[in-house]
């Protein structure tokens, strides 16, 4: 029912539902919510079984999430500087009591006065002195709602928790009523439910009375797994391989002018290059190459791991094109790499008259605006830039190869709109994501695929330990080394200023004393607070020894490139993925030297936490870590991940959903003639909003 009791619809305006105004409707928007569908939509990341009381005359343990009923009693309201408010009192059940406590929570004195007996549901933790106490408990009246399992949601904007969920509740019924885009035949042979019953059992689960059972069941849906989601994710992956589907027909059908090839041969190679590809680089050269001669458009994906010479092979796929007269855009996803991409490529291209151009937001607007001017009317050719080469106002005369350089970092909509600046240019798309073949492949559905599966000879795999606070004056000591011996050492750091949040070393915090032990250093400052030339300024003095030490932020995560460095000290490690240490870590071991990681941790870190950091310690595999990191990061996740693949799946998890993924795609081509599929289409719009650029398919 609407405010006014007419039947809710799915594509209502928030502005129907009880409790939402026109400003709590534009708080919403702003998160992507507009209707009563989208809402029912955002699934709960986990559940909270409050079905069980705890009784207050049994021991409870620090650290567990209780629900106790009872009354609080003793009620002080205590105003602290900065409008902070501190209320407490004590809760009692009439078996035993305990201390409760809200920080900053303005009204609750006032609802505790209303209610005679309540549900406190809350984390119970050790208070200085070694008492216990419930802190930030929600409450409800006991009148209100019986003990159930509680869906959990992530905030929207200033909506969470017990408000949020209300208002989710309110729009339950109309799942009844959405129209059930998969065809009935479908949902029968795959076994799949409804999407009303999905959504309806994922927002309010029918759990077994028995607590083995219940416990079980609660396991499951916070993996993701059982066919709730699964349904969700059936859809979402369908939706994916047909638009893949399309995609790849479209383009298969296009022809374009075929581009010399043979203009950059092996020996041309050896000129420019200081070294000799390796022979996983030849092959995926030659593999590109034939792409480019073959009269259809490229959309080729190259995966290589960290330091196996992508940007080289880049570089030569570039050249070509380039001498066949068309216009080439490489794009980076930070400023940073695209500064030192034009660099490298200058290098490179230095005998052969190419010029680079660069277009990043930080360029003067003058200076923008000339190199928009030469690349519309093409006396620039050759363009490195970021994000802003997708600007509505860059034009390209003749653009016929568009480089995207670490493909993680892009959604598939920001490339195909720099895809069609061009009439169809050809596409190359370069990624160090560790993902296994058959899985890229299927995600991947529209590229083809290369993969450079060989490192530079001589390379020594990177050492790493992990290293504890306690032994923080032994790290500086072989930091200390490691510069004597002419190594250079990157400090890496989670943040960059201390944080009330988040418990983290900080680059600011550490500086003064990192400069304190390490007098005769030379140490540069790189985070993303700096203006250009600061940075630039940072990256030169590490880059060329006068700074032998470089702290900074992950800004240095993909592809920084200097060779000389030796020795990466992570610090807060357990504050970074798996397969971002192992990114972060292939800034060193790019030389001859033998190489070196440290991962910085706290003592305190828990069993799991070591055994993770303890994997990277142990492989320098990116595929291995990949995996581990999946593993490790198990529950946590309920619904999409989004460090894998082009799209942000919502549901769907890329990992967990694997089997899907290739069940959806071989559905997609199957029915793709049949039409079966074609009221699925129709509704998809509706249902999935992952950033999978159809548009313009
Ligand atoms: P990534 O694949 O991580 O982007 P880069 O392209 O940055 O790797 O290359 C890593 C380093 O290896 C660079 O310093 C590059 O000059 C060097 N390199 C690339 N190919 C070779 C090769 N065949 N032999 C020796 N060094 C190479
Ligand atoms: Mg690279």
């Given at each position: 029912m609407t405010a006014d009791g007419a039947e809710l619809l799915p594509g209502d305006p928030l502005t129907e539902l009880k409790g939402i105004g026109p400003k709590s409707a534009e708080t919403l928007s702003a998160e992507g919510f507009n209707t009563v569908l989208d809402l029912l939509l955002h699934l709960p990341r986990r559940y909270e079984d409050r079905t069980r009381v705890t009784g207050l005359d049994k021991p409870i343990e620090a650290g567990s999430w209780v629900l106790l009923r009872g009354s609080v009693t003793g009620v002080r309201v205590r105003r602290l500087p900065g409008r902070k408010i501190i209320v407490d009192g004590l809760v009692d059940d009439g078996r035993g009591n305990l201390k409760v406590v809200w920080f900053n929570h303005r009204w609750i004195h006032t609802r505790l006065a209303d209610e005679p007996e309540l549900y406190l549901y809350g984390q119970v933790r050790e208070a200085r002195g070694g008492s216990l106490q419930l802190v930030n408990p929600e409450i409800e009246a006991v009148s209100d709602e019986a003990p159930r399992i509680v869906p959990v949601y992530r905030r929207l904007g200033r909506f969470g928790g017990r408000r949020l969920r209300r208002i989710i509740e309110q729009c339950l019924p109309v799942a009844d009523g959405c129209h059930d885009p998969l065809p009935e035949t479908l949902q029968k042979r795959f076994g799949l439910p409804s999407l009303n019953e999905a959504l309806r059992e994922l927002h309010e689960p029918n759990l077994p009375e028995d607590d083995t059972r219940r416990a079980i069941a609660l396991e499951e849906l916070h993996r993701g797994g059982g066919p709730y989601h699964l349904r969700l994710a059936f859809d979402e992956l369908l939706a994916f391989a047909c638009a893949m589907g399309s995609r790849k027909a479209a383009r298969s059908s296009v022809r374009v002018p075929k581009i010399k090839t043979s203009v950059v041969d092996e020996s041309r190679v050896r000129e420019l290059l200081p070294f000799v590809l390796t022979g996983a680089q030849r092959r995926v050269l030659g593999e590109i190459q034939a792409d480019l001669g073959s009269g259809k458009p490229m959309a080729r994906l190259v995966q290589g791991d960290v330091g196996s010479g992508k940007t080289a092979v880049a570089a030569l796929a570039m050249l070509t094109v380039l001498d066949s007269g068309h216009q080439v855009a490489f794009m980076a996803p930070t400023e940073l790499l695209a500064e030192q991409h034009a660099r490298t490529l200058s290098d490179v291209l230095a005998a052969t008259g190419h010029t680079v151009h660069q277009l990043t937001g930080s360029l003067l607007a003058a200076e923008q605006r000339r190199v928009r001017q030469e690349l519309a009317d093409g006396t620039a050719r050759l363009v490195v830039g970021t994000h802003a080469l997708f600007q509505e106002s860059v034009k390209f005369r003749d653009l016929g190869l568009v480089v995207v350089d670490e493909?993680?970092?892009?959604?598939v909509t920001q490339r195909q709109a720099l895809a069609e600046k061009g009439k169809t240019p050809h596409l190359l798309v370069m990624t160090?994501?560790?993902?296994?073949r058959s899985l890229a492949l299927t995600v991947y559905g529209d590229l083809d695929l290369s993969v450079i599966d060989e490192l530079p000879p001589g390379r020594k795999a990177v050492r790493t330990h992990l290293r504890f606070e306690e032994s923080r004056s032994k790290v500086i000591d072989f930091v200390r080394d490691e510069i004597a011996a002419g190594g250079r050492v990157f400090v890496v750091y989670p943040i960059i200023d201390l944080s009330d949040e988040i418990e983290a070393a900080a680059l600011t915090d550490h500086e003064a004393s990192v400069r304190e032990a390490l007098p005769e250093a030379g140490i540069e400052i790189l985070h993303g607070r700096l203006d250009r030339t600061q940075r630039e300024e940072a990256i030169a003095r590490f880059r060329d020894g006068s700074a032998q030490v470089l702290l900074a932020?992950?800004?240095?995560?993909?592809?920084?490139?200097?060779?000389?460095?030796s020795m990466i000290i992570i610090e807060s490690a357990h504050r970074f993925g798996l397969s971002q240490l192992h990114q972060l870590r292939?800034?060193?071991?790019?030389?001859?030297r033998q190489a070196w990681c440290v991962l910085m941790a706290d003592s305190h870190l828990g069993e799991e936490a070591r055994r993770r950091l303890e994997v990277v310690c142990r492989s320098n595999d990116g595929f291995e870590i990949a995996e581990a990191d999946l593993e490790f990061r198990g529950?946590?996740?309920?619904t999409g991940i989004r460090?894998?693949?082009?799209a942000g799946f919502r549901f769907a998890n890329l990992f967990r959903d694997r089997t899907l993924i290739n069940v959806t795609k071989d559905l997609a081509a199957e029915c793709q003639s049949s039409g079966d599929l074609d009221d699925f289409l129709e509704n998809l719009s509706t249902y999935h909003r992952v950033d999978i650029g159809w548009a313009g398919d």
């Open positions: 493909q993680h970092r892009f959604g160090a994501t560790p993902i296994p932020t992950t800004v240095v995560e993909v592809g920084v490139d200097v060779p000389q460095a292939g800034r060193v071991g790019r030389g001859e529950p946590g996740e309920l460090q894998w693949g082009p």
